[in-house]
């Protein structure tokens, strides 16, 4: 009896010690970012979703956006849009280090959108291809959305949609 006190007097003080678990390492301190050098380097870059295609120059500046002549906010009002379109400036931290000049064409709001933020990805990862590549393709920012609208085929209503076939 008196050697099962021991055993688990020696438990609770081992608990004692260990009072906290965590995934994390305290010890090990997160790895500064290095720091970049500063680019001047002009990319260019052609990105397409659904039917939209968008012709895109990213130019080292202060972060000023002209689509079409026009400011991003008056051309995507949508504020989800304008989010979408500047994740690849977000994620690789250049936010206001480069003013983007785009011709966009075709399809919808949402397919402009889509394939100007490929745009910006891709020209931005020919700026710099050894900092930015492995963070753009992680995230998915550099391949290219493939779905798009079915034709319509001979014979059918829609894309898909055939007339119900009628036993008698």
């Known amino acids: 009896m008196a050697q099962n006190e021991e055993l688990t ?4 003080e081992a608990e004692e010690n260990l009072t906290s678990y965590t995934s994390e390492s305290s010890s090990v301190e997160a790895a500064p970012k290095k720091e970049r050098p500063a680019l001047t380097v002009a990319g260019a870059a052609v990105g397409r979703r659904k039917e939209a295609v968008a012709r895109v120059r990213v130019v080292p500046g202060t972060g000023k956006w002209t689509i079409n002549g026009r400011e991003l906010a008056n051309y995507f009002p949508n504020k989800l849009h304008q989010q979408d379109v500047n994740e690849p400036f977000k994620i690789l931290d250049l936010e206001g280090a480069y003013d983007v000049i785009a011709r966009i ?3 919808g709001i949402s397919g402009q959108a ?5 745009g910006i990805a891709r020209s931005l ?14 995230a998915g920012y550099l391949s290219r959305d493939a779905r798009v609208i079915e034709r319509k085929k001979a014979g059918l209503k829609k894309a898909r949609k055939a007339q119900q076939y009628s036993k008698r």
Request: charged share 30%; proline share 0%.
């Open 9 to 12: 007097t020696e438990a609770v």
């Open 105 to 107: 064409h075709g399809g």
């Open 114 to 118: 889509g394939a100007l933020r490929l």
């Open 125 to 138: 990862n020919e700026i710099d291809v050894e900092n930015n590549r492995a963070t753009l393709k992680k």
